[in-house]
């Protein structure tokens, strides 16, 4: 069809000028195909081609499905930060025209404000026509743009059908990867070709939209002209503001979103968890999820938000809504849906409503905190309504895309907001929307039907602000041992940023205010350390030196909790200690101690949760679970992995009652479930310490627990070490110092040590050095006794590496 319009706009256009004087990269044949082929060319895989296929589909147009691609200010050139030989290789074209691709390069210290003159530009492929089609490319095709000093610029030049049978016009129309050089007098169309990275195969996507887009026959679909940028050093290319291109397989329920942040929440979280376990409630999983149907709802049922099918029209929806958000939160109704590829999980939403304010527990702010990184927020046009979007890893490297905006209900219209920070919203009465999936055009297929549902009800308006994004935002942050670990993205070259922040030392104690001046390197990567001494939670603001958007955010630790029904049991005193003491190294020690008291009939639970939010601790290192204790009745010390469904079926363990303060280490293989069967245990979320009456006559009760762990099982982690080392240190043995270096790049390495009866005798998390995979591991303040010792390196969040030195 497209050949068809082409030919009409043929016609219209009558008046072109043929003079121009490009450079070449060589010679060429005479349908245009070069004569400097690399050779031989490459190998276009069966798993690029589905890259290409899905991320730039003929079928679906950029500007609906992928409107971020062209919204969201990525990098439309190549940024060269080290020297290193360029190449191009030719995919496939989707077009009507014979186009022609070309180049130009500049310093990236001083870019052209104006297109480049024909004497800048160089062309690659003076005819991108296939073998068939009017010209002799072969996917494949590879040529070399040659070697570019670091601090280089590489612009693209297409010339719409710019090849005349015989040589180089300047077609139709000339188009340029700075979207500033292009025709159309609308800004929003004058982007003209995208990137996307592939780092798993080290290249990038190049592809072009021939025709000028204000034009009712551009098909927006950006494949007119597929090509991709590969480099003798890949790292050489700066990939950071490119579009990436990862996805999973899988994302998780909208019945575990929507409940994930904002002070106090950590001991609702684990309330509900274990409420959850409890009353068996698991619709988060699609054998126990209802298929939605539109015949089924009311007019004003929340789920008529939604679509009967995802963007494929393959997808099955099946209803998800968690009803604890009523009784948690502050949502007044709640409807949440999952969509399902046979039992992959591809996108999913939630819906809430609130009075008074914004729903408060926006997904993305919170997940960072949670084991997942942030890995980009960026502002999106969908519909010409801006929201936020965000891409975020989970802890099981799963890549999720989401939005979040909100409806307000102003008279006669509805109002929407996107906006980063809870505190930005203003008062009103909410519909708040959270859509998450696989990719982002699973995302806004949703948000497109959503949309068009409310403006069905009512005239929808933007609220619009500038700078609706941080430039500059914690990516991921991590908790431990009196440090809190953040990992920045620093995209506008920020030297230093104030922490201003609210901690909390125990689940039961007051606010304390503290503040932080910190520095920053100014690169996109960037990593600090703050020393906020022991927590149990912090909501802090993070905000920078350059610009005027901060980022607010929330962590917490495990909470202690204690789960009882008040009919039967009366509290005298639940106290929660703060950790004063320095964390035991010989095992993996939870902070803070517990204890409770008060009058008992039926049965009361004290509970820790290892990790916040729904994680568990993997438990491969460990053999034991170690506490000390005193109580004046039997305890049941119940294991709570994260496979447990049946709470009939928990792992469990009894002790007797001690008048005195008694330690207690138990195996994990001398838990048994309800048949006496020990189960193994790959990860823990929780441990219980639960106290029993079975009598109609209320007895007291006391608990006390200090120094709950993990103990280390030294023969499993050294067994492991030697098995899977992969890490080199050099030199070995040593006296001063060793530099421990792991298989990839990375920005930083948390290296654990242990010493020969399995005993952790350091922990850091160490920033790499030039190579990107080395760190510098100096004992010289530590004490260490001359010896064996055996190292854990973690990197890249689920990477690890081993390894073994000697002190002399």
Known sequence: MKKIFLFYIAIALSSISYAQNYQYLGDYTANGTPLYLESPGDNITTEIMELVDNSLSETFQVPTYNPHYITSDYETNIIITEETEVFITY???????????????????????????????????????????????????????????????????????????????????????????????????????????????????????????????????????????????????????????????????????????????????????????????????????????????????????????????????????????????????????????????????????TSGQIYNHAKTICDRLNGSTLKDVRQVTIKDHDMIFAIIERHNGDIEYAISFSIRENGDNHELF???????????????????????????????????????????????????????FVSAARYRNKELHLDIINKIGAQNATITSNIKRTELSELEEFSDQVPLSGEWHDQIVVETGFLFDIGLSFEDNLSDKSDALYLADGPWGIDYIAEDTTIDKFVINEQESDLDPAIYQLERSSNASGTLKGTCNLFRTFLPGDLSLKTKDYESIMFTIQNNLPIEVILVPSNLEDWNNRLRYYIPANSSNTDYTIRFDEFTNATGVFEEIN????????????????????????????????ESLLGTLVNQSKAINYPNPFTDYTIVTVPQKTSNIDLHVYDLFGRKIYNSMLKTMEDKKSVKFDPTNLNLAKGLYTYIALYNERERATGSFLIQ
């Not at 930005?424 to 549902?453: C, R």
């Not at 310490?689 to 280390?712: A, R, Y």
Request: one cysteine or more.
């Open 418 to 472: 996107s906006l980063w920070n809870v505190d930005d919203y203003p008062e009103g009465n909410y519909k708040n929307f959270q859509i998450w999936g696989k990719s982002m055009a699973q995302v806004v297929h949703i948000i497109n039907y959503t949309l068009e549902k409310l403006s069905h009800e009512k005239n929808i308006a933007s609220y619009h602000v500038d700078h609706r994004a941080p430039t500059v």
């Open 683 to 714: 990860d823990l979320r929780s441990v219980i310490f639960s106290m029993h009456n079975g009598t109609e006559t209320p007895v007291s009760f006391s608990i006390d627990i200090h120094k709950l762990g993990l103990g280390i099982n030294p």
């Open 91 to 353: 995919i496939h074209e989707c077009a009507g025209f014979r186009n022609v691709l070309g180049y130009y390069t500049y310093d990236v210290n001083n870019p052209p404000t104006t297109a480049p003159t024909d004497e800048e530009v160089t062309i690659i492929f003076p005819n991108i026509s296939e073998v068939g089609s009017g010209g002799g490319l072969q996917p494949g095709d590879k040529v070399s743009l040659g070697t570019h000093p670091a601090g280089t610029g590489i612009g693209w030049v297409l010339l719409s059908d710019g090849w005349n049978g015989e040589q180089v016009e300047y077609g139709y129309w000339q188009f340029y990867s700075n979207p500033d050089f292009n025709p159309e007098p609308n800004e929003s169309d004058r982007y003209h070709n995208v990137q996307i990275k592939d780092d798993t195969n080290e290249l990038v996507i190049l592809g072009f939209e021939e025709i000028r887009r204000d034009h009712p026959w551009s098909d927006n679909d950006f494949n007119d002209a597929l090509f991709y940028i590969t480099a003798t050093d890949y790292s050489a290319i700066d990939t950071n503001n490119l579009i990436d291109s990862s996805s999973s397989t899988d994302v998780y329920s909208a019945n575990l979103g929507g409940f994930e942040s904002n002070g106090d929440l950590a001991n609702q979280v684990a309330k509900r968890n274990f409420d959850r376990l409890k009353s068996k409630n698991y619709a988060d999983q699609k054998k126990k999820q209802k298929m939605f149907t539109k015949n089924a709802l009311k007019n004003n049922d929340l789920g008529n938000y939604f679509p009967e099918t995802g963007l494929y029209a393959t997808e099955s929806p099946f209803i998800s809504t968690s009803l604890d958000l009523v009784n948690y939160a502050n949502a007044k109704d709640v409807f949440s849906i999952d969509y399902y590829i046979e039992e992959n999980r591809v996108s999913a939403g939630l819906v809430t409503t």
